[in-house]
C-alpha cells in the first residue's frame, strides 16, 4: 500500500510528522536518532520540570495584564492564556535544545534522506564531522532566530492592538517556526540558503503549516514531546524528498 500523502494536498502536514515516527524505528537510522533524543531529553526534560511552577504565576500576569473590560472573558482567556504560556515555554526550550543538537539533526535529516532516496548526501557523513560542522550549525540558527525575531515583535504589537487573539497569534508563529525549523535540515545539507528554504517552505504554505502546528502542540504534551525533535526532523525530511524539493521558489502557494 502506497503511503506517500497526495501532491496534491494542502494538509497533509499532519501525515508527515506521524510518519516521521515511523522512521525513526528504522534499524540504520536509531543509531543517528540517540544523539538529538538525548540533548533534547536533557534540555526539554529539565527545564519543563524546573518551568512548571512558573506556569501559574505566569498565566496569572496575563490575566491581569489584560484591559478590566475584558474580566468576564476570564472563563475564556484562562484556557488561551494557557496555550499562549505553553507554546512560548516550548518553542524558547525547542530552540534551546535545536541549537545544540542542529550538528546531530543535520546528520539524521541526511541519513533518513539517503535511505529514502537511495543517493548519497554529502554533507556531515559522519558524527565526528557533524561535531565539526558545529559552528557553521550555530549560524544557520542564529538566522532563523533573527527571522523569528522579526516575526515576534509584529505579534507583540499585534497583542497589545486585540488582546484576546494573543494567544491564537503566538500559536500561529511558533508553529509555523517549527515547519521552517525542521523543513530546514535537508536543505541545509544540500547548501540551499536560508533565503531559498524559506521560499520554498512558503511555497507549500498550508502543508508546512499544519505540519509545524502538530509539531508544536506535540512539544506541549509531557513525554512525548521528548520524542518530538528527531520525529519532526524525519517528517521535514519526508517532506523535502516528497514536496520541497520539487517546490519552485518562485511560485507561492498551498
Known amino acids: 500500500m502506497n503511503h506517500t500523502p497526495n501532491p496534491s494536498a494542502p494538509l497533509s502536514g499532519p501525515q508527515y510528522f ?20 538525548l540533548v533534547n531529553t536533557i534540555i526539554l526534560g529539565g527545564l519543563s520540570y524546573l518551568s512548571l511552577s ?14 478590566e473590560w475584558l474580566g468576564f472573558l476570564s472563563w475564556l482567556l484562562w484556557p ?3 496555550i499562549l504560556v505553553l507554546a512560548i515555554i516550548m518553542y524558547i526550550f525547542s530552540s534551546i535544545a535545536n541549537l545544540i543538537a542542529a550538528p546531530f539533526n543535520g546528520l539524521l535529516a541526511e541519513k533518513l534522506e539517503e535511505h529514502l532516496t537511495g543517493k548519497e548526501v554529502t554533507a556531515r557523513e559522519t558524527i565526528g564531522q557533524a561535531i565539526a560542522s558545529f559552528p557553521r550549525s550555530i549560524g544557520r540558527e542564529f538566522s532563523k532566530l533573527g527571522y523569528y525575531l522579526i516575526f515576534a515583535l509584529l505579534t507583540l504589537i499585534a497583542s497589545f492592538i486585540i488582546s484576546p487573539a494573543a494567544p491564537i497569534l503566538w500559536f500561529c508563529l511558533n508553529a509555523w517556526m517549527m515547519a521552517v525549523e525542521y523543513c530546514d535540515y535537508p536543505m541545509d545539507n544540500h547548501k540551499l540558503s536560508f533565503k531559498e528554504a524559506r521560499s520554498r517552505i512558503g511555497g507549500q504554505r498550508a502543508t508546512s503549516f499544519s505540519f509545524g502546528a502538530l509539531v508544536m502542540l506535540g512539544t506541549m504534551v509531557p513525554i512525548l514531546n521528548l520524542f518530538v525533535m528527531p520525529a519532526a526532523v524525519s517528517g521535514g ?8 524539493k520539487k517546490t519552485d521558489p518562485l511560485k507561492m502557494g498551498s
Open 18 to 37: 506521524f510518519r516521521g515516527f515511523s522512521l525513526l524505528k528504522l534499524p540504520g537510522i536509531r543509531l543517528f536518532v540517540i544523539l538529538p533524543l
Open 54 to 67: 512558573w506556569i501559574g504565576s505566569w498565566i496569572n500576569k496575563i490575566i491581569n495584564w489584560l484591559p
Open 237 to 244: 525530511t519526508l517532506m523535502w524528498v516528497e514536496r520541497l
Open 80 to 82: 488561551l492564556a494557557v
